[in-house]
Nanobody
Framework: VQLQASGGGLVPAGGSLSLSCAAS?????????MGWYRQAPGKQRELVAA???????NYRDSVTGRFTISRGNAKNSVHLQMNNLKPEDTAVYYC???????????WGQGTLVTVSS
């Protein structure tokens, strides 16, 4: 199983970016949750948003109202729409996926989001 994240880049404060994550090697099963984590320099990795198989979403407080996680058209894919970006959103963003036996079992390679002030 591999997760491929894309869509990072450089954007001015107040701008928008959309991240995408697609899984390969998952023909026979579906994840029970997918999400996005981020890690800023010198900080711990933190959960940004999560989407369960039933459609429930969860966001960290600092991105609520600005970020939206949604299911992609392809099986086991997810998007993260980020609006009104702030310099403190600058981080490497990682896509992750859970299976019933283990939360956040699979991880993508990370994509850098840089928000300039």
């Amino acid at each position: 199983v591999q997760l491929q994240a894309s869509g990072g880049g450089l954007v001015p404060a107040g701008g928008s970016l959309s991240l995408s994550c697609a899984a390969s090697g998952t023909f026979f099963f579906a994840f029970n949750a997918m999400g996005w984590y981020r890690q800023a320099p010198g900080k711990q990795r933190e959960l940004v948003a999560a989407l369960t198989g039933s459609g429930s979403t969860n966001y960290r407080d600092s991105v609520t109202g600005r970020f939206t996680i949604s299911r992609g058209n392809a099986k086991n894919s997810v998007h993260l729409q980020m609006n009104n970006l702030k310099p403190e959103d600058t981080a490497v963003y990682y896509c992750a996926a859970s299976i019933p036996s283990r939360a956040w079992r699979y991880w993508g390679q990370g994509t850098l989001v840089t928000v300039s002030s």
